[in-house]
């Protein structure tokens, strides 16, 4: 099944490390040249900085490129890479500027700046899963309502909307394969009185719910 999660969203996150600032910015991408361009426009910004490091990850392609940006060779394009790696992040380009503080950090140290910077901003943007969703309508009595959120959320689905009328109406995007086993449930808690619809489908990206 085809799956895989991507930035949300934009997003920059800044850390200071021995007085250099480190900031890092992420831009969701699906060409090298959309990566390209995003990596252009934060070096005409920040043209004053020492640095622009950058890397970039695309699904359709599997391209995966990085550069250190005139830094000691490996400590920044690479470690940065690593962090989506490591996260699954695909279709994401980012970019750590860095103004220079006066205080060599070394090897490791810059190894650590850089990928802290790019995994905050990561956090920033958050994370979206694409895959298909079906999208169903289940109607249920107030008292049921949490209940039911809880059991999407147990399914790996999301809530789309809620409709309050007499009855609550849940609308929530659900993974395919567990479409069946999100209904059986319901009809279970209901013992048979309610049972969710399914409305459509689609292939999209939904940011990924923290589980509390």
Not at 46 to 63: I, Q, V
Not at 91 to 104: A, E, K, P, S, W
Not at 160 to 187: C, G, K, M, Q, W
């Amino acid at each position: 099944m085809l799956e895989y999660y991507v930035p949300t969203g934009e997003a920059e996150a800044e850390l200071t490390e021995k007085r250099s600032r480190f900031i890092g910015h992420i831009f969701p991408v699906t060409t090298e040249e959309e990566a390209r361009a995003c990596i252009e426009s934060v070096k005409k910004k920040h043209y004053d900085a020492r640095h622009n490091c950058w890397c970039y990850r695309l699904h359709t392609t599997g391209a995966e490129r990085y550069s250190d940006d005139g830094e000691p060779q490996g400590t920044a394009g690479q470690p940065m890479l690593n962090v989506f790696q490591r996260e699954q992040i695909e279709d994401v380009c980012c970019v750590v500027t860095r103004y220079f503080g006066g205080i060599l950090l070394g090897a490791g140290g810059l190894v650590r700046a850089y990928g802290q910077a790019a995994k905050d901003a990561l956090t920033a943007a958050g994370s979206s899963v694409v895959r298909r969703w079906v999208e169903v309508s289940l109607p249920c009595p107030y008292p049921l309502f949490e209940r039911m959120k809880l059991e999407v959320e147990a399914q790996g689905g999301v809530l789309n909307d809620v409709e309050y009328a007499a009855d609550v109406t849940i609308r929530a995007l659900l993974p395919e394969e567990h479409v069946e086993p999100f209904s059986a449930r319901v009809v279970e808690l209901t013992a048979g009185e309610t049972a969710p619809q399914i409305c459509g489908e689609a292939f999209k990206a939904v940011p990924r719910q923290e589980r509390t």
